[in-house]
């Protein structure tokens, strides 16, 4: 009887700490995934922006961008604007003599991290794609891309995915397929890039909504 008590006890005792285990570890799956849709932008100042445009590159002086722009936003109260100018400034940060005659910015996580930051990426290996709002002032071809950060800690990611758009004046969602690649460690959650030969005289350009779904 005795044993028979003492063995019930056992296996009630190895229940309950599976039980208890098993609730663990779905806490903290639970708090750590990534909540759909996943913004890089939904609004200036919304706590669900992620990632920062700190990774200038190319001609850096040609690029301007304001956050809180009002000029009519495809969603929310905010847009991002972003001016171009095209005429080399510097700082250059290119592999020749300036200028580069081309400027773009990464949206990084945390901000300037360009691969050198341990344990800053984020596991967005279950979303398909990554959506955003454009538009431009004047007709001109923009790149767009995520991931493709090298450096030690950079994205898992290694080659950029990525869509080249030539813009209109009206806002129009744009998407960048995600399948096929391996996003489950992200700091470059953004970029654009553009060059002085697909706008001679520069662009000012928008965006809105920029997500991961």
């Known amino acids: ?8 006890i056992r296996i009630l005792t190895l229940l309950t700490i599976t039980v208890l285990f098993s609730g663990i ?9 990534p909540v759909k849709p996943f913004y890089v932008y939904k609004d200036a100042g919304s706590p669900e922006n992620h990632f920062n445009p700190s990774g200038y590159m190319g001609d850096c002086g040609d690029i301007i961008i304001t956050e809180t722009s009002t000029e009519n ?14 005429k080399g400034k510097g700082p250059n940060k290119c592999d020749y003599p300036a200028p580069c005659k ?7 996580n945390p901000p300037n991290n360009w691969g050198s930051m341990p344990k800053n990426g984020y596991d967005l290996g279950a979303f398909n794609t990554l959506k955003f709002y454009a538009k431009a002032e004047t007709s001109c071809e923009i790149e767009f891309k995520v ?18 758009v030539r813009l209109s004046n009206k ?19 953004f970029c654009f890039v553009t060059n002085k030969l697909s706008c001679p005289n520069g662009i000012v350009f928008y965006l809105d909504e920029i997500r991961f779904e």
């Not at 936003?73 to 095209?86: F, L, M, N, Q, W």
């Not at 950079?154 to 080659?159: N, T, W």
Request: charged fraction near 20%; glycine fraction near 16%; include cysteine.
């Open 1 to 8: 009887m005795k044993s028979m008590l003492k063995r019930s």
């Open 171 to 189: 806002w129009e969602e744009y998407s960048i397929p995600l399948k096929g690649g391996s996003f489950i460690y992200v700091i470059g959650g």
């Open 73 to 86: 936003p495809a969603k929310g109260s905010t847009c991002i604007k972003v001016t171009y100018s095209a």
């Open 25 to 33: 570890i779905a806490v903290g799956q639970e708090s750590t995934k």
């Open 102 to 108: 081309w400027a773009g910015v990464y949206w990084l």
């Open 147 to 164: 991931g493709g950060v090298s450096g030690i800690y950079g994205d898992s990611q290694r080659e950029p995915k990525g869509i080249k």
